[in-house]
């Protein structure tokens, strides 16, 4: 299975970004797909993911102004609306199969200038 995120860039505080994150080899529908994200000199941390009963859950931190989505071609999404400086980071997505083995994106840079 690979990840391809894309969709980082720098933006400015209150502003907007989409990323979007495509899996792709042996894929047989998937458990739980999702993002974490790692500030510079931090950890990384859960943003938030999705079953794929649609069931999402999200980091008290963005709830409110980041939306995640998934489609059928097992691609997740991740809205960001109302950007903060400390949204800043890179951004990693994740996917975690019908057998429960997760495989990691390659991480996209997300800079929100204030």
């Known amino acids: 299975v690979q990840l391809q995120a894309s969709g980082g860039g720098l933006v400015q505080a209150g502003g907007s970004l989409r990323l979007s994150c495509a899996a792709s080899g042996s894929i047989l529908g998937f458990n739980v797909m999702g993002w974490y994200r790692q500030a510079p000199g931090g950890q990384r941390e859960l943003v938030g993911s999705?079953?794929?009963?649609?069931?999402t859950n999200y980091a008290d931190s963005v709830k409110g102004r980041f939306t995640i989505s998934a489609n059928a071609k097992n691609t997740v999404y991740l809205q960001m609306n109302s950007l903060e400086a400390e949204d800043t980071g890179v951004y990693y997505c994740y996917y975690t199969s019908s057998a429960w083995r997760t495989y990691w994106g390659q991480g996209t840079l997300v800079t929100v200038s204030s």
């Open positions: 999705i079953t794929e009963g649609g069931s």
